[in-house]
């Protein structure tokens, strides 16, 4: 039954951790969801660089605990990026980590760029 929830808790994440990912690029495009895009944009960099303070620079407590649950079932070696692990999971290719750990920075900076155009900029404009 342990191994039912750990699956269970590695599909839940693979599904929401994914989900979160392409809601932090694109959520901003939605006129109902920049507000909640925003915030979990900005709770994503508060991860990243307050809690990388102690835990190392784009630290994801939901990779932690992702990472958590696959070490529970057994696996080893992996990456350090959530990006990564994602591409080797589908594709059985680990790109090069520093390639992803520059694209995913400078996704996520387009997309609070976006964010803070949508939600403080353009109103001033109006």
């Known amino acids: 039954m342990e191994n039912f929830w750990l699956q269970f808790g590695n599909w839940f994440f693979i ?5 979160l990912i ?4 694109f959520g901003w495009i939605f006129r ?3 507000k909640l895009h ?10 990243w ?10 630290y994801c407590f939901l ?6 649950i696959l070490r529970n079932l057994g696996k080893t070696n992996l990456p350090n990026s959530y990006i990564s692990f994602l591409v080797e999971t589908f594709s059985g290719w680990r790109p090069d980590a520093q390639l992803v750990e520059i694209l995913t920075l ?20 109006k």
């Open 22 to 25: 392409v809601f932090n690029l």
């Open 15 to 19: 599904v929401f951790h994914s989900g």
């Open 49 to 58: 660089l307050v809690l990388g303070i102690w835990n190392g620079f784009g």
């Open 106 to 125: 400078v996704f996520t900076l387009l997309a609070l760029v976006f964010s803070l155009w949508v939600n403080f900029k353009r109103k001033g404009l």
């Open 32 to 34: 109902k969801t920049r």
């Open 38 to 47: 925003f915030f979990t944009l900005a709770l994503t960099l508060f991860s």
């Open 63 to 68: 990779t932690d605990w992702h990472y958590d």
